[in-house]
């Protein structure tokens, strides 16, 4: 059996699809990965044995700056996007028994996967990201918010604004295949029947019509890298540290440094991790330490809260070793979503980005270190799943093979 695996994003994009790819390979699964070209994800393929089908240029570069590209440079992303992606994927495709596609990014896939009569399998990592009247749709950078109360209002609202990005490329391309218009992208794309790779604890589904949604848990790897000599040094010189890191993603001007000073108002000594922001040390105070990537598994359990953009790999990392949360989201993707959760979970704080201070930082924290915050972030941590990769991988080879 032959799979493909596609997405196009961040780290925590292309992770979970590594997870997976190390279980399919563990039941004698071929596996090869359509991802972005950068670096890092090349390495990391190479170090797994999965050939990387590289499409698209470097995301690192899209996030570099601390701004998103305006509505204008991110329509033409996307649309240069979708032309690389029917130019590379038949051939990605070739021999393949089964496509798993991660993300709405993924506008070609389904199409040629249906010219090429392959089995196409849609995947998301948060649950907001399909349509339900439970929740409202995800923040899209660069089109217009829809105006509306009503969580099926601004769904439909949000159909149209991906069938006026994509909708005309979409189908004159399924013209040259010898394939029929489609009338809503987006739900072409999800399919009425997607996976959903969270958690069941932290990220549930409420089951909506329409839609047979298969919830498999999140797709991770045990990581047993230690941490550094000069990490563990600083971390056994005193208290457990507050980390502060915001993974690839690049925050607000100012919120790294205010994050350091609320820490330090608290009494806490204070982690910063670079991440692809290249966040600095506000000064050489002996409470402050800065890192690179290191093992989250290992670090989480051994500092005293999270402070973080609300990305979806750090919010379960966290939340599986206990360890509360200060959710400072991006107004971009799932973030949001997961500062939800948090809160709703009483695992911590979610803050609004535009308006954080470090006065509200600070009572953020208030509440993220208080005993009854640590006491439910400890009891939901026992609860959560580890098998989410396994359950997926062989659910793909029982319907697939």
Same mark, same amino acid.
Request: with cysteine; net charge neutral; glycine share 10%.
């Given at each position: 059996m032959r799979v493909l695996l596609s997405t196009y994003g961040t780290r925590g994009d292309v992770e979970p699809l590594v997870a997976l790819a190390v279980r399919l390979r563990a039941l004698g699964v071929a596996v090869r990965m359509s991802a972005p070209p950068d670096e890092e994800f090349a390495k990391r393929?190479? &170090?797994?044995?999965?050939?990387?089908?590289?499409v698209g240029p470097p995301v690192r570069e899209v996030m570099r700056g601390k701004v998103l590209p305006s509505a204008t440079e991110l329509a033409r992303y996307r649309d240069e996007l979708v032309e690389t992606q029917f130019d590379t994927f038949p051939a990605a495709f070739d021999g393949c028994d089964v496509v798993v596609a991660a993300g709405l990014g993924q506008i070609a896939a389904r199409s040629v996967a249906e010219a090429a009569g392959v089995p196409y399998v849609y995947v998301s990592y948060a649950a907001v990201h399909l349509p339900s009247p439970y929740h409202a749709p995800p923040p899209r950078p660069g089109w217009p918010e829809p105006d509306a109360a009503d969580h099926r209002t601004r769904w439909a609202l949000d159909a149209r604004n991906v069938d006026a990005?994509? #909708?005309?490329?979409?189908?004159?391309?399924?013209? !040259?295949? &010898?394939?029929?218009?489609? /009338?809503?992208?987006? $739900?072409?794309?999800?399919?009425?029947? @997607?996976?959903?790779?969270?958690d069941p604890d932290l990220g549930a589904w409420r089951e909506t019509p329409g839609l047979d949604v298969v919830q498999t848990g999140a797709w991770t790897l045990a990581d047993e890298r230690p941490l550094p000599v000069d990490l563990e040094r600083f971390l056994d010189a005193g208290s457990p540290p507050v980390y502060v890191g915001f993974g690839s993603m690049s925050p607000a001007e100012g919120v790294g440094s205010m994050a350091v000073e609320a820490v330090r108002a608290q009494g806490h000594r204070v982690l910063v991790s670079r991440g692809w922001a290249d966040l600095e040390l506000? $000064?050489?105070?002996?409470?402050?330490? !800065?890192? %690179?990537? *290191?093992?989250?598994q290992n670090l989480f359990g051994r +500092?005293?809260? *999270?402070?973080?953009?609300? %990305?979806? #790999? =750090?919010?379960?990392?966290?939340?599986?070793? %206990?360890?509360?949360? *200060? *959710?400072? @989201?991006?107004?971009? /993707?799932d973030n949001p979503y997961w500062a939800g959760? +948090?809160? !709703?979970? %009483?695992? &911590?704080?979610?803050?609004?980005? @535009?308006? =954080?201070?470090?006065? /509200?930082? #600070?009572? !953020?924290?208030?509440?993220?270190? /208080?005993?009854?915050?640590?006491?439910r972030a400890r009891s939901l941590g026992g609860r959560l799943r580890t098998d989410g990769a396994e359950v997926a991988a062989r659910r793909l080879v029982d319907e697939c093979r």
């Open positions: 393929l190479e &170090g797994i044995g999965v050939r990387l089908v590289p990005q994509f #909708g005309e490329a979409l189908n004159r391309h399924r013209a !040259a295949l &010898g394939l029929p218009p489609v /009338s809503n992208v987006r $739900d072409h794309v999800i399919t009425d029947r @997607p996976w959903l790779a969270a506000v $000064d050489d105070g002996k409470d402050c330490f !800065a890192i %690179g990537e *290191v093992n989250h +500092v005293a809260a *999270v402070v973080h953009h609300g %990305g979806a #790999g =750090t919010t379960l990392t966290a939340a599986r070793t %206990g360890t509360p949360h *200060v *959710v400072i @989201p991006l107004q971009l /993707s959760r +948090v809160a !709703a979970l %009483g695992l &911590g704080a979610a803050l609004d980005a @535009p308006t =954080t201070t470090v006065e /509200s930082l #600070g009572r !953020a924290l208030e509440t993220a270190l /208080s005993p009854a915050t640590r006491a």
